[in-house]
C-alpha cells in the first residue's frame, strides 16, 4: 500500500474512533443514563452536564496516566530491580554500581558544565542579539537568520558542525572550516577538535548555543518593545550612556523574561541527547546523563542501571520543574 | 528656530530656518563600530556554517577535496542531492533518504491530526466548562508538560512490547500524539479562555450544546492558535530523533535517523557535498514552513520549547 494511502487510513481510524467516542458516549449519557424527560428532567440534565466534560477529558486521561504516570513509577521500580536475576528487588545496588562507574562522573561533569555554560551563553547572545537588531534596518533580517537553526533537528545541526570540526591528515587541504581558520590565521598544524579532551565538551556546547540563541532572542526581543518609552527617555534626559540604559533600566525591567528563558534553555539542556550522540556519541570524554542511559538502555541491555540514570536526570530537573509548575498554575488561574 | 514673520501669518509660511545641509554623519562613531562590530562576529558565528552547507552541497568530491571551504562552488551539481535523496546508503540499505521521507509523513500527519483534535476539545473543556477536578487534571498536564522524557522511554517500550505495537509506525504515531497533548492542551484553553465568555453564554442561551458550541463558535474563532499548534508538532516531531530510534525498527526510521545513519555510515570515503545535501534535505519541510509561516513559527516553537 502507498505510504500515503497507509497514513490516511490511519487518520481515519484514529480520528473516527475519537468521533465516534464522543458522539456515542454522549448520546449515552442524554438518552439512556440521564434522560432529559421524565419526572427528573431538572435534576437528569444538571447531572448530565457534571459528567459530561469528564466523559470528553477521558481519552486524554487514560493516554496520558497509560504513557506519562505509569511510565515514571515503573522507571522507579526498575531503578531498583535486577535484569540478570529476574527482576528480584536488590535495594540500591544499581545505584551504588553506577556510582562506581568513572564514566557516569564523567557524564555528571559533563552535564554540569553544560548547564553552567549555555544557558548563560544562550541567554547573553539572545539578549545580545535582541537589543543590537532592533535599531538597524536589517535587524529583521539578522533576526531571521539568527533563528534560523531553530527550524533544523539536533541531528542536522551536529551533521553541519561536524563538518566545521572536520580534520584531515595534515599533508591534505582542509575540508574542516575551523581548521581552515585555524590555519589561515598562523595554526601549526590541523586539530582533531572533538577529539581534545574537556575542549571537545564546549565545541559540543557551541551547537547548542548556536540552536537556543534565536528562541532566547525573540523571546526577549518581545520583552524589550513591551518597556514603556517613558522610562527610557527618562533615563536619555538624566544623561545616562547606551550602556546604563541597557543595564540599569532595560535589563531589570525584563528580569522575569531572563529567568524564563534561562530555566527553558536548562530544560533542554538538562535533557541533551541527540548532538552528543550524533557528534561524539560521548566517545573521548564527552558522555552526558541522558547518552549514559541510552547507552545502559539500548546498548548494555541493563536497564536496573539505565532506569537509575534516568532517575538521576529525573532529580536533577525536579527544582525547575516544581518551580515551573507553581508558576503556570499561579499564572493560568 | 521659528521667525517672527512665519508665526505672524501662517498663510504665507516662509521656510524655516535651521541647520542647513545634508545630514551629519555619524556612522562611523563608536557606537554604530561597537554595534556593526559585534552583529558582524554574531553574523559569522550563525551564518556561515549555514553558508558552508549550502556550498558544499553543491559541489563534486573533486572540487571539494582541494580545500577551499568557503569558495562558492566553480561548477554547480545538484548530484549529491540526487544521491542523497535516492542512493545513499546507511549501512542496511542503499535507497538513501526518500524512504526516512516517507516513514516521517507517515508518523508525521497522523500524530499532528490526532493529537491536535483531541487536544483542542481537552482544551475547550477545561477552559469553558467548570466542572469538578479540573484543577487536578489541569495540574496533572502542567506536570506532564515539563516531565523529562527520560523518566518514561523504558516503561513505554515494554507498553508498546504488551500492546504488539513496538517497532511499528503506530506505535510511533501513539507515542508522540500522547506526548505533544499536555503542551496541546494547555495552549488550547489559554486561547479559549481568552474568548470573552458573553460569547459561549449567548450560545449557550441559543441552546447550542458541548459541540455545537466548539464547532460553531470556538473552531471559527480560533484559527491562528491552530496554526501555531500545527506548528509546534509538525517541527517536532519532524525533528524527533530518540523516539524515533528507540520505538521503530530500521526499516520504518523516521528521516532524521536515516541522515544520522548515512552521514555515520562508515562504507567508502566521507562524501561531505552527499551529508549536506541529506542535511539540507531533512531540514528542508521545518525551513519551508518557516519561511511560510514567519511569526506564527516563531509562536509555534515558542510554545513547544517548554515540554519534556
Known sequence: MHPAMQGLLTIVIGVGGCIGYFYFSNMLLDKVIFPARGPNIGRNINRANLIRPWLFLFPAVFALGLYLAYPVVETLRLSVTDRTQDGAFVGLANYSQMFSEPKFWEAVRNNFLWLLIVPAAATGFGLLAAQLTDRISWGNLAKSLIFMPMAISFVGAGVIWKLVYEARPADVEQIGVLNAIYLWLGGTEPQTWLTLPLWNNFFLMVVLVWIQTGFAMVILSAALRGIPEETIEAAIIDGANPFQIFFKIKVPQIMGTIVVVWTTITLVVLKIFDIVFAMTNGQWETQVLANYMYDKLFRSNDWGVGSASAMIIMLMVTPILVWNVYNARKEMR | ?308
Not at chain 2, 466542572?131 to 487536578?136: C, H, P, Q
Not at chain 2, 484553553?189 to 442561551?205: D, G, M, Q, W
Not at chain 2, 484559527?223 to 520504518?252: C, E, H, R, S
Open chain 2, 1 to 308: 528656530m521659528i521667525s517672527a514673520t512665519a508665526a505672524a501669518s501662517p498663510a504665507t509660511r516662509a521656510p524655516l530656518e535651521g541647520p542647513r545641509g545634508p545630514k551629519p554623519r555619524t556612522r562611523f562613531s563608536r557606537r554604530n563600530i561597537f554595534i556593526y562590530g559585534t552583529l558582524g562576529l554574531v553574523a559569522l558565528y550563525y551564518a556561515l556554517p549555514l553558508y558552508v552547507m549550502i556550498v558544499t552541497s553543491l559541489k563534486g568530491m573533486p572540487e571539494i577535496r582541494l580545500g577551499n571551504v568557503f569558495a562558492p562552488p566553480v561548477e554547480i551539481t545538484f548530484e549529491p542531492w540526487v544521491k542523497a535523496w535516492s542512493t545513499a546508503c546507511t549501512g542496511l540499505n542503499c535507497d538513501g533518504l526518500s524512504r526516512g521521507f516517507w516513514n516521517s509523513v507517515r508518523i508525521l500527519i497522523p500524530s499532528v491530526v490526532l493529537s491536535i483534535a483531541i487536544a483542542s476539545v481537552n482544551g475547550y473543556a477545561l477552559a469553558n466548562w467548570r466542572f469538578r477536578g479540573a484543577d487536578l487534571f489541569f495540574t496533572i498536564l502542567i506536570v506532564g508538560a515539563f516531565i523529562p522524557y527520560q523518566v518514561m522511554i523504558y516503561p513505554i517500550v515494554i507498553i508498546l512490547r504488551e500492546m504488539g505495537l513496538y517497532g511499528s509506525l503506530t506505535g510511533l504515531v501513539l507515542v508522540h500524539s500522547v506526548f505533544g497533548m499536555p503542551i496541546l492542551t494547555l495552549l488550547f484553553r489559554n486561547y479559549f479562555t481568552s474568548i470573552p465568555e458573553e460569547l459561549f453564554k449567548a450560545a449557550r442561551v441559543d441552546g447550542a450544546g458541548f459541540w455545537g458550541i466548539y464547532f460553531r463558535i470556538m473552531l471559527p474563532m480560533s484559527l491562528p492558535i491552530f496554526v501555531v499548534a500545527m506548528i509546534l508538532q509538525v517541527t517536532g516531531i519532524w525533528n524527533d530523533f530518540l523516539f524515533g530510534v528507540i520505538y521503530t525498527k530500521p526499516d520504518l526510521y523516521p528521516m532524521t535517523v536515516q541522515l544520522n545513519n548515512i552521514v555515520n555510515s562508515v562504507q567508502g570515503v566521507k562524501e561531505y557535498n552527499v551529508n549536506m545535501a541529506a542535511t539540507l534535505l531533512t531540514g528542508l519541510v521545518p525551513l519551508a514552513i518557516y519561511f511560510v509561516s514567519g511569526k506564527l513559527f516563531v509562536r509555534g516553537i515558542a510554545a513547544g520549547a517548554v515540554k519534556g
